[in-house]
């Protein structure tokens, strides 16, 4: 199929009917492999995760904060982001900020390399190799749940530790840690729970990880085809930012409940199910629990989409630096 559409394009090109960065963006997608755009995409989530972990480690605290039902008078320990930001650096050093980094790190390898290297085949198997044209942004939904889940399947084990890690405040003295590093949280969790333990919250990280790759993949390709579109705009900086900034917008929106029953399982062994997650924090703290975190949440993953989809667009640029023309 591509490279049928890109000998149309091509013609097309030479006829003046088509916008140069239209066919840039097509000519850089068909000659890129999947173990190519897994190695990009790999290394892009990665540099993302780096730069804006402190953000997720404030919104998980803040997500694992229960309100104490009747509780009038004790305030919450952790309120707002810069003010659960600045908490965690005063009680817990600095570096407290990046825990669970390597475990993040570990997920965004296979994780972010997986759901945006299977993304452009899932596609192409969806509308079939002959297909020409700009695929419907249904398709784009569909293919992103798709990689979304399967990814999240492989990858549930870096995420339940590096939940874990990240939920673990200052312990008073004299009370031992629960893990002394992402390896040992790792055998920690499978000597004490069992191996499957491991794949805990596995049904809500399934359907957040699902709805937000499909928020944040479809709506990135949909905002940029819809940008290149605009005379005067190109395959640009510009448009990677505006692009990545719709995202991480769309994907908060969508996602933010199941991200916090998702948190709340892996950080708290207590819950029966997700079902009952989801009704206990609902008849304990109202439908706005859902949402809490929400404003560190958007920052988060408007940050990391911004940075994840830039590095990524100028890794492959630099991977594959002949197929630019710009």
């Not at 290394?43 to 803040?62: G, W």
């Not at 904060?65 to 659960?84: H, I, M, S, W």
């Not at 084990?157 to 939940?163: A, N, Q, R």
């Given at each position: 199929?591509?490279?049928?559409?890109?000998?149309?394009?091509?013609?097309?090109?030479?006829?003046?009917?088509?916008?140069?960065?239209?066919?840039?963006?097509?000519?850089?997608?068909?000659?890129?492999?999947?173990?190519?755009?897994?190695?990009?995409?790999?290394?892009?989530?990665?540099?993302?995760?780096?730069?804006?972990?402190?953000?997720?480690?404030?919104?998980?605290?803040?997500?694992?904060?229960?309100?104490?039902?009747?509780?009038?008078?004790?305030?919450?320990?952790?309120?707002?982001?810069?003010?659960?930001?600045?908490?965690?650096?005063?009680?817990?050093?600095?570096?407290?900020?990046?825990?669970?980094?390597?475990?993040g790190l570990h997920r965004q390898c296979i994780y972010g390399g997986l759901r945006i290297g299977l993304y452009e085949p899932v596609k192409t198997?969806?509308?079939?190799?002959?297909?020409?044209?700009?695929?419907?942004?249904?398709?784009?939904?569909?293919?992103?749940?798709?990689?979304?889940?399967?990814?999240?399947?492989?990858?549930?084990?870096?995420?339940?530790?590096?939940?874990?890690?990240?939920?673990?405040?200052?312990?008073?003295?004299?009370?031992?840690?629960?893990?002394?590093?992402?390896?040992?949280?790792?055998?920690?969790?499978?000597?004490?729970?069992?191996?499957?333990?491991?794949?805990?919250?596995?049904?809500?990280?399934?359907?957040?990880?699902?709805?937000?790759?499909?928020?944040?993949?479809?709506?990135?390709?949909?905002?940029?085809?819809?940008?290149?579109?605009?005379?005067?705009?190109?395959?640009?900086?510009?448009?990677?930012?505006?692009?990545?900034?719709?995202?991480?917008?769309?994907?908060?929106?969508?996602?933010?409940?199941?991200?916090?029953?998702?948190?709340?399982?892996?950080?708290?062994?207590?819950?029966?199910?997700?079902?009952?997650?989801?009704?206990?924090?609902?008849?304990?703290?109202?439908?706005?629990?859902?949402?809490?975190?929400?404003?560190?949440?958007?920052?988060?993953?408007?940050?990391?989409?911004?940075?994840?989809?830039?590095?990524?667009?100028?890794?492959?640029?630099?991977?594959?630096?002949?197929?630019?023309?710009?």
């Open positions: 199929m591509v490279a049928n559409e890109a000998i149309f394009l091509i013609t097309q090109f030479h006829t003046s009917q088509l916008p140069i960065p239209h066919l840039q963006f097509l000519m850089a997608d068909l000659k890129f492999s999947f173990a190519e755009t897994f190695l990009c995409s790999a290394f892009a989530a990665c540099f993302a995760e780096f730069c804006t972990i402190p953000l997720d480690t404030a919104k998980v605290r803040l997500q694992l904060q229960k309100k104490a039902v009747g509780d009038e008078v004790n305030l919450p320990k952790y309120r707002g982001l810069l003010g659960t930001m600045a908490t965690i650096a005063k009680e817990e050093r600095l570096s407290a900020l990046w825990k669970g980094i390597v475990a198997l969806l509308v079939g190799a002959d297909y020409v044209g700009d695929i419907p942004l249904y398709q784009k939904i569909i293919a992103a749940l798709l990689t979304g889940a399967l990814a999240i399947t492989v990858a549930n084990p870096t995420d339940l530790v590096k939940v874990r890690l990240q939920a673990e405040g200052k312990f008073p003295a004299g009370i031992a840690r629960r893990y002394y590093g992402t390896l040992d949280a790792y055998y920690t969790i499978v000597r004490e729970e069992g191996l499957a333990a491991l794949w805990t919250g596995l049904g809500p990280n399934i359907a957040r990880n699902a709805i937000v790759n499909a928020a944040e993949l479809a709506s990135y390709d949909q905002v940029k085809q819809t940008i290149l579109k605009i005379p005067g705009f190109s395959d640009n900086v510009l448009t990677h930012l505006l692009a990545g900034l719709g995202a991480g917008f769309f994907a908060v929106c969508i996602g933010s409940p199941i991200d916090v029953v998702k948190s709340r399982m892996m950080g708290d062994s207590g819950y029966k199910n997700t079902l009952d997650c989801f009704i206990r924090t609902l008849r304990n703290e109202g439908f706005l629990a859902f949402y809490k975190g929400f404003v560190p949440n958007f920052t988060r993953l408007g940050s990391w989409n911004v940075v994840m989809f830039l590095t990524l667009e100028q890794v492959k640029k630099a991977f594959r630096g002949e197929l630019y023309y710009d």
